[in-house]
């Protein structure tokens, strides 16, 4: 006999979708946290569908912009790991699209921004591209809460102090704690990207790794010994008039 106290076995799935469909994503999330029937039921793809349809604007969903990811769930936990409008330069917005940043055309400046959620545990990867010419300085990486979001002049911002790391994409370096670190790809002549490129980052907490692909290419491993004791979060510098640089969250490598 079903338990009179568990909706889920009480009401039909046309009732339950209607009113899981009210509950913000944090609250739908700890929802699947009650115990296993729970958990089971709100992972259907219709109820993360009716996410997909509230949070994500309708011309993104329509488009090839998520084409890389397959279900409504990995949709929504891309979304939710996107750039953080509240934690950026002042010379940085989020465009109405939530994935793709813009940086005005503000002269010697350094501006950057962060993602939404840092990481401490686990593996994760996510992809940045830029769809604007790069400029002098161009750099994608990791950073912490403490890593500054804007200088001024022209600089490699997301790797000038001990909060962040990067790589510098338009002349092909690494940079921690305002020194360069060598050079970057590990490849003998490597090409120098170029607008449109994908680059996937790849960090894995438990080893205190970060490593970048290009166009599913391999690099190889960038640094080594990040601490595990702090948040990272995905981060990007850039000092081009009017940059726009999209990123896209993937979960554990190659998870898609």
Not at 39 to 58: D, S, V
Not at 75 to 81: E, N
Not at 143 to 165: F, I, M, R
Not at 228 to 241: D, E, F, R
Request: charged share 20%.
């Amino acid at each position: 006999m079903a338990d009179r106290y568990d909706i889920i076995s009480y009401f039909s799935n046309e009732i339950l979708d209607i009113l899981f469909s009210y509950l913000s994503l944090s609250d739908f999330r700890n929802c699947t946290l009650v115990c296993r029937s729970w958990y089971q039921f709100l992972f259907r793809e219709t109820l993360w569908g009716n996410h997909c349809q509230k949070l994500i604007p309708a011309g993104v969903l329509s488009s090839d912009f998520l084409s890389g990811i397959k279900s409504h769930r990995s949709k929504v936990r891309a979304f939710a790991h996107a750039w953080n409008p509240d934690d950026c330069s002042k010379h940085v917005f989020v465009k109405n699209d939530g994935f793709t940043l813009h940086r005005n055309p503000i002269a010697q400046s350094t501006d950057a921004i962060r993602g939404k959620i840092g990481f401490q545990y686990g593996r994760h990867s996510w992809e940045i591209k830029w769809d604007s010419p790069l400029g002098t300085v161009a750099v994608v990486g990791v950073a912490t809460k403490d890593a500054p979001l804007q200088c001024n002049g022209y600089v490699p911002l997301v790797g000038s102090n001990e909060n962040s790391w990067g790589w510098n994409l338009a002349e092909n370096n690494l940079i921690h704690k305002g020194e360069l670190c060598g050079s970057y790809p590990l490849l003998a002549n490597a090409p120098k990207y170029e607008v449109g490129e994908k680059i996937r980052v790849i960090l894995d907490c438990e080893i205190g790794i970060l490593a970048f692909e290009r166009n599913y290419e391999f690099l190889g491993v960038a640094f080594k010994g990040l601490p595990t004791n702090k948040k990272l979060y995905p981060c990007v510098s850039a000092v081009y008039g009017n940059s726009e640089i999209v990123m896209i969250y993937y979960g554990e490598p190659y998870d898609g």
